[in-house]
């Protein structure tokens, strides 16, 4: 085992833990955006509530989601210390610095990350939280099956212009994080080839555009049109 | 054969840990004089009023030896691409300009004095591993075994990394990646040196992590700035052979 503190206490190590985590992120994305969708049905919530109750209690799902709390909590932590490591060993800073052929993101990604966060303990404060620690929630009963509201609840909060405007900095925090991030991760594990870089280079932006454009239909569709 | 008057903005710096200071000096340079020349004809201003020089680094002046580090106008080597300090010409530079200079930053290159910083962090990166450990031969010897042309070509311009330092100036995160990179895919891709690679790259990396440099995170500054235009596949090449001596490595 020695071997692997030592790989994981080297800088590569670190990033490749870094674009691990942030690639399986990636992929709940994906997943987490497809089952929110159904927010946008117009069945007063019933399909989304379903689903809700059905992503709290099967025990599979639960084992996969503290392995996304613990990789979501790695990531944050892991790449705060590695920015704040590395920003003490960037010393002083130029006077006059015109760097050439770079992103913004990839010089911000700490900044972006801080704001992510921010957002997503807003974010399951009021509904993760709501749904699993509290008796806040109003029940429902479809078909004999009794499970919480918690379209009612999401739907309240986006009602609230602060929490829409607020969510959709979160994203357009998250768009940036994933532009340099998505083919960063790449690059770190060693993916570097002109076979496939121009392919996963494109997708990365496709993604970071797509995807968070997609949550934002949630709230403003809800702000706008289910009063 | 024209005149340029410029203000030069140069950082001022007695010994290691002064804290310094930005100097403004008016020089007026030829057009077709190098950056150091230049920086020469200041010096020399500033010897004949007995005041002390800028200290600086330079050696061969034709871009190989890559000792002539400074940062010129926010840029380590200034602003033309693939162009060291010595080979930047002062044409181009306007009439009347302020030029800043200033030393290269990052923790791992302590400032000496006035430009010059200590980059003995990178010989002793080197050391660590950047080397063959046994007599390959003379130079007829390279012939006796045939190498694919895209390896040798890959290896080839790798090599022509001259360790100036620049990818590590240019680094938001002081990441010596670009320069480890380009020494482990150098050796790496030739059979000579592919035999010792995974020992190779544990040391360099464990050398380059002890030596205080930042991790990378993909910025791309450092190729950006790069005197011989080493690109950033050298470090996804640099990961692979790390991740491969950690993973199936003895
Ligand atoms: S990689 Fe480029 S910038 Fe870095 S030390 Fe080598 S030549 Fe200089
Ligand atoms: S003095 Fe040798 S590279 Fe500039």
């Not at chain 1, 159904?38 to 399909?47: E, H, M, R, S, T």
């Not at chain 1, 479809?142 to 918690?150: C, E, F, I, M, S």
């Not at chain 2, 100097?23 to 190098?34: F, Q, R």
């Not at chain 2, 980059?119 to 003379?138: A, E, L, P």
Request: hydrophobic share 45%.
């Amino acid at each position: 085992m020695q071997w692997l503190v030592q790989f994981f206490s080297s800088g590569i190590g670190k990033k490749v833990l870094m674009s691990l985590t942030g690639l399986f992120l990636i992929l709940f994305l994906i997943v987490h955006l497809i089952g929110n969708l159904q927010l946008l049905k117009d069945d007063g919530g019933q399909a989304f509530n379903l689903y809700a109750d059905f992503m709290v209690h099967n025990p599979l799902i639960k084992t996969i989601s503290y392995g996304l709390y613990f990789f979501i909590l790695l990531h944050a932590v892991l790449g705060l210390l590695i920015a704040a490591y590395n920003r003490k060993l960037k010393g002083q800073k130029y006077a006059v610095s015109n760097s050439q052929k770079t992103t913004w993101a990839s010089k911000n990604m700490a900044l972006l990350g801080i704001l992510i966060l921010a957002f997503i303990f807003l974010h399951m404060g009021d509904f993760w939280f709501k749904m699993k620690f509290t008796d806040q929630l109003n029940l429902q009963t479809y078909d004999g099956v009794t499970v919480k509201d918690l379209y009612a609840r999401v739907s309240i909060a986006y009602q609230e212009l602060w929490i829409v405007v607020a969510y959709l900095v979160g994203l357009f925090a998250l768009g940036f994080h994933l532009w340099h991030g998505f083919q960063s991760a790449f690059q770190t594990l060693g993916l570097n080839h002109k076979k496939y870089t121009p392919t996963i280079k494109g997708l990365g932006k496709i993604y970071s555009l797509v995807i968070p454009l997609a949550y934002a239909i949630i709230p403003i569709y809800h702000y706008f049109f289910m009063k | 054969m024209s005149d340029l008057h410029l203000n030069i903005k140069v950082w001022r710096q007695n010994q290691k840990n002064d804290s310094g200071h930005f100097e403004t000096y008016k020089v007026t340079a030829n057009e077709h004089m190098s950056f150091l020349e230049m920086l020469d004809v200041l010096n020399e201003q500033l010897v004949r009023e007995k005041k002390d020089p800028v200290a600086f680094e330079h050696d061969c002046r034709e871009g190989i030896c890559g000792t002539c580090s400074m940062v010129i106008n926010g840029q380590p080597h200034g602003p033309l691409a693939a162009t060291t300090t010595c080979q930047l010409h002062m044409r181009f530079f306007k009439e009347g300009e302020t030029i800043v200079v200033e030393p290269f930053r990052a923790s791992a290159f302590p400032v000496l004095k006035d430009l010059v910083v200590d980059r003995s962090s990178f010989d002793r990166i080197i050391q660590s591993g950047g080397f063959i450990s046994v007599n390959t031969g003379q130079a007829p010897d390279g012939n006796a075994i045939p190498i694919e042309k895209d390896k040798a070509g890959k290896s080839f311009e790798a090599a022509a990394c001259i360790g100036c330092g620049a990818c590590v100036a240019a680094c938001p995160n002081g990441s010596a990646m670009l320069f480890t990179s380009a020494k482990v895919t150098h050796l790496g891709l030739l059979p000579q040196g592919k035999v010792e690679e995974e020992k190779r790259v544990q040391a360099m990396v464990a050398q380059m992590d002890k030596e205080g440099f930042g991790m990378c995170s993909n910025i791309g500054a450092c190729e950006a700035e790069c005197p011989k235009e080493i690109k950033l596949e050298n470090i996804a090449y640099l990961n692979r052979a790390y991740l491969k001596s950690v993973f199936s490595g003895e």
